[in-house]
């Protein structure tokens, strides 16, 4: 490795301090400085990450610092704005997820990142580095997860009864949001069991409207989705449900077993595991909420108040990847398409749930 990578951090939200504190932990990056137009931001952020300079506007400061990478970390509808202008300044760019807001703008930042073919442009897929996906890829290329036939995926985050809004000094990019586009977490990692050249097809969506108050527009919105191969997806999204803690499961039903992911386990059935497990049938691995690879040396406690680990490793792999793509000038890791291949179906999603419920054809840059 040369000298670490002079990086900037764009906004300083929760996941923007959750970030900065894993950069600030990683020798490969140096975090030289911070952005955000709210000032009590700026400050919390300070409080956790002295060190960087912080300023008011993003634009100012990516003028004024001499930088090689960005990360995103604004509320998904600036994440093209500032990913077009570090690219066009010659930056590498790790982009937060959901990749785009619009499918005008997937067509935008496709031609962007193909016509700076010298600059790593990662999406930021944090789910499909959880350990218990890491697993699956590991699986997967050594042929043991069969092709996905159906699959049901929920990403449910806990809300409290009666609901009280977040004490955020902003306001939560989530009241106007539409679940159903945040839906990266779940359609990502379905993509280890779809073949290369598979992508979601036709998707039709419904949401529920309020019934309670709630800052949300709608309580939860359902998906259902078909891929070009004929596999049947359907996805929960949910901010705005009665319920304690995260949910974020999926089960994938494929031609050769079914693999469950429940938090932060992984359940496989597959007749050939039966012998190692416990219950007859199904292998569970715990992998619990802390990274288990600990080659590099990490002051443990410094990892575990990085934000709760980080969501239990993937933050760091996903950042050291994305390092030694740059340094070692490898494709990007997870690319452009792949991200658009998981990001475009929540938007055709919504579409479809302001009219209802129809059946929306979903595009793709590279075939329009
Ligand atoms: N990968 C993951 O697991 C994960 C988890 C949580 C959130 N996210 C993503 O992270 C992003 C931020 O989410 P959050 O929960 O931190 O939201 P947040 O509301 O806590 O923070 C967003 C911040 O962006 C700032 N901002 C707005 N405009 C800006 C601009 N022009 N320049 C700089 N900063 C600006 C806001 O002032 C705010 O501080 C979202 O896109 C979300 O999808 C990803």
């Not at 300070?46 to 912080?54: I, M, V």
């Not at 979601?200 to 419904?206: K, L, S």
Request: charged share 25%; net charge negative.
């Amino acid at each position: 490795m040369s000298e670490p990578l002079r990086t900037a951090i764009i906004a300083c939200g929760s996941r923007a301090i959750q970030m900065a504190k894993i950069v600030s932990l990683l020798p490969e990056f140096k975090l030289v400085a911070m952005s955000d137009p709210h000032p009590d931001q700026r400050a919390e952020a300070y409080k956790a990450l002295p060190e960087p300079k912080y300023y008011e506007s993003t634009e100012e400061m990516l003028e004024k610092e001499t930088l090689d990478a960005v990360i995103v970390e604004t509320p998904p509808k600036q994440h093209t704005k500032y990913t077009l202008m570090a690219l066009d300044l010659g930056l590498h760019v790790m982009g937060e997820i959901p990749a785009v807001d619009t499918y005008e703008e997937a067509v935008q930042l496709w031609n962007a990142v193909n016509s700076h073919p010298d600059q790593v442009y990662m999406c930021g897929a944090t789910a499909n580095y959880r350990q218990k996906v890491r697993m699956l890829s590991y699986l997967k290329a050594h042929n043991m997860v069969g092709k996905m036939v159906y699959a049901e995926s929920e990403y449910a985050h806990g809300m409290e009864r009666p609901f009280k809004p977040r004490q955020k000094v902003v306001e939560d990019w989530r009241a106007s949001y539409d679940a159903c586009r945040y839906c990266t977490h779940s359609l990502g990692p379905l993509l280890n069991f779809m073949e290369e050249d598979d992508v979601f097809d036709t998707v039709a969506c419904m949401g529920t409207g309020r019934h309670f108050p709630c800052n949300w527009k709608d309580h939860a919105m359902v998906s259902i989705l078909n891929t070009r191969k004929n596999a049947v997806v359907r996805f929960l999204a949910s901010f705005g449900l009665y319920k304690s803690g995260p949910y974020h499961t999926t089960r994938i039903f494929t031609d050769d077993g079914m693999f469950e992911l429940y938090n932060e386990k992984l359940r496989i059935f597959k007749p050939e595991f039966s012998e190692f497990c416990e219950k007859p049938e199904i292998m569970e691995i715990p992998f619990g909420r802390f990274p288990m690879r600990f080659e590099r040396d990490f002051p443990v406690e410094k990892v575990l108040s990085a934000g709760g680990g980080g969501h239990g490793g993937a933050d760091f792999y996903m950042l050291e990847e994305f390092a030694d793509a740059i340094f070692n000038k490898k494709p990007s890791p997870c690319s452009i398409k792949k991200g658009l291949v998981m990001t475009l179906p929540g938007i055709f999603a919504a579409e479809s749930a302001k009219e209802g419920g129809t059946l929306k054809k979903i595009i793709y840059p590279w075939e329009a």
